[in-house]
């Protein structure tokens, strides 16, 4: 079975704050996903990686930056985070090509 | 125009009811079609996948592909309360993934 992790589950950050959420899977997976999840928006990409060190923009990349430094670990990062970033993330993977994708059990970010 | 284009819903069948839940996409050139479930405050579970026309079976669930007008479906027989969730359509055409924004279904017991 695919497993996708995230590092929290509940996350709760001040504003101007740097967050760091974390992503890893265990399935040799070339391709990862960082989306929130707002009420009524449904899914938004934010950063997709297709390979190491390589990343791509969204639809909202505004306020946040990633890194993947080893194929199984994907990192969204919120530089200074804001009240408006307050959101479920989620991670995703997928293996190359029009294969589905396996997503993590996700982190509800709250920031005040 | 979205890529994927869902009846938000709310969708309500009584238990042991048939539900049926539609989706249609824009980009012809999609190769891969997938339905996946949410639950309130959880992720997004990959419940079903379809490749090429016709009906593919899983269980209670039948996902249906027509290619020509676009539209993949999602039959859900003998409806329980547990199937209750949003429902997500996703399509794939090589490395390009979209999502639909979900139809909500309850199942009244």
């Known amino acids: 079975d695919v497993k996708v992790t995230q590092s929290s589950r509940y996350l709760v950050k001040r504003t101007g704050e740097k967050v760091f959420l974390e992503c890893v899977q265990d399935?040799?997976?070339?391709?990862m996903f960082w989306y929130r999840q707002d009420p009524g928006l449904g899914l938004r990409l934010i950063y997709f990686?297709?390979?190491?060190?390589?990343?791509e923009k969204g639809d909202i990349p505004e306020g946040y930056s990633v890194s993947r430094e080893k194929k199984e670990r994907f990192s969204l990062i919120l530089e200074s985070a804001s009240t408006n970033q307050t959101s479920m993330y989620l991670c995703?993977?997928?293996?190359?090509?029009?294969?589905?994708?396996?997503f993590g059990p996700g982190t509800r970010l709250t920031v005040t | 125009q979205k890529e994927v284009e869902q009846n938000s819903g709310p969708l309500s069948v009584p238990e042991g009811a048939i539900a049926s839940l539609n989706c249609t996409y824009s980009?012809?050139?999609?190769?891969?079609f997938f339905w996946y479930r949410q639950y309130s405050g959880k992720s997004p579970e990959l419940i079903m996948s379809?490749?090429?026309?016709g009906d593919k079976e899983d269980g209670r669930f039948t996902a249906q592909l027509n290619k020509a007008s676009q539209y993949v479906s999602l039959l859900i027989r003998d409806s329980q309360p547990s199937d209750s969730a949003t429902y997500l359509c996703?399509?794939?055409?090589?490395?390009?993934?979209?999502f639909g924004t979900g139809t909500s279904l309850t199942v009244i017991p």
């Open positions: 995703a993977s997928q293996n190359s090509g029009a294969y589905e994708q396996y």
């Open positions: 399935m040799d997976h070339e391709n």
């Open positions: 990686s297709y390979d190491v060190k390589m990343k």
């Open positions: 980009d012809r050139g999609s190769q891969s």
């Open positions: 379809i490749y090429s026309n």
């Open positions: 996703a399509v794939s055409a090589g490395n390009q993934f979209y």
